[in-house]
């Protein structure tokens, strides 16, 4: 008998099926490429009964939601929804089991996380190779890219709503190189104006709670507010306002001149 699980993440869920006691010793398993965790059908009946196992089904791939379209399907993105089904199933150590690609994402996982995982089975697979001379800095910037994604979308929080004019002031507290007539351009863009009823954020914008009178363009009403999201979604993206009307994809601040302003801002707003 297995039972069906289903982990939350930020672009649907990651399905799961598990066999065994919850409180037996955690194993993890991951299937191989274009397969799924009905790999282990045949195999896990055949292993000892006192352990609890867990077959993922990596993103893309069987009952677990696919990325949006347009988005690749990295070895790391495999790695890091690991990561979040571990910790929703807050394993703090346990064993690794992977076939074919699933045993390189698992030996990958393992030189990332080597204190979570007690022993790793490899079913044909020689796991992960990496040259000795890229070893410290891949380990460095990998771990780190992983856990403060992580980091960032288990603190996100309710946007706090502001008036267009405090939406610009915000804007020009997080840039101090802008003048109030370039905040006021870019906040023309960066954002839509809708009904209370509707109100919402996109890709961390500002989003208004209430329409306000139609005055123009760079129309700064007093009866409308905004609402200021995070950088959780897209973390280089301006703040703005923009004319009434219907929804609207904020603009990208890709300049990496800005990411230091764009980051303050971000940790005042979660502050």
């Known amino acids: 008998m297995f039972s069906e699980l289903k982990f939350p993440v930020p672009w649907g869920h990651v399905a799961a099926k598990a066999w065994g006691p919850s409180d037996g010793h955690p194993v993890l398993c991951l299937h191989g490429w274009l397969d799924n965790a009905n790999t282990f059908d045949k195999l896990i009946p055949l292993l000892p009964r006192d352990y609890y196992y867990v077959a993922m089904d990596f993103s893309g791939h069987g009952w677990s939601s696919h990325r949006p379209a347009g988005s690749p399907y990295h070895f790391l993105d495999y790695v890091s929804d690991v990561r979040r089904v571990v910790a929703a199933l807050q394993w703090r150590r346990f064993t ?26 490899l079913l044909e697979n020689l796991g992960f190779l990496l040259a000795p001379e890229d070893t410290e800095a891949w380990l460095k910037s990998k771990r780190i890219m992983i856990d403060r994604l992580l980091s ?6 309710t946007p706090k709503a502001r008036s267009p004019e405090a939406a ?25 104006e809708t009904p209370a009823a509707e109100s919402r954020v996109l890709h961390g914008g500002a989003v208004p709670e209430a329409p306000a009178e139609d005055s123009g363009p760079c129309s700064h009403h007093r009866s409308t507010r905004w609402t200021l999201g995070t950088a959780q979604a897209r973390p280089q993206q301006s703040l703005c306002e923009s004319p009434a009307g219907g929804i609207r994809v904020y603009s990208q601040r890709a300049h990496p001149a800005h990411r230091g302003a764009w980051d303050s801002f971000c940790a005042s707003e979660r502050a």
């Open 152 to 157: 960032l979308e288990a603190k996100q929080q």
């Open 168 to 192: 610009l002031q915000r804007l020009l507290e997080a840039n101090r190189h802008l003048t109030a007539e370039s905040g006021a351009i870019l906040l023309q863009r960066g954002a839509t």
């Open 96 to 121: 690794l089991m992977g076939h074919s690609m699933g045993g390189s994402v698992a030996g990958m996982f393992c030189f990332l996380y080597p204190e979570m995982v007690d022993k790793l089975i």
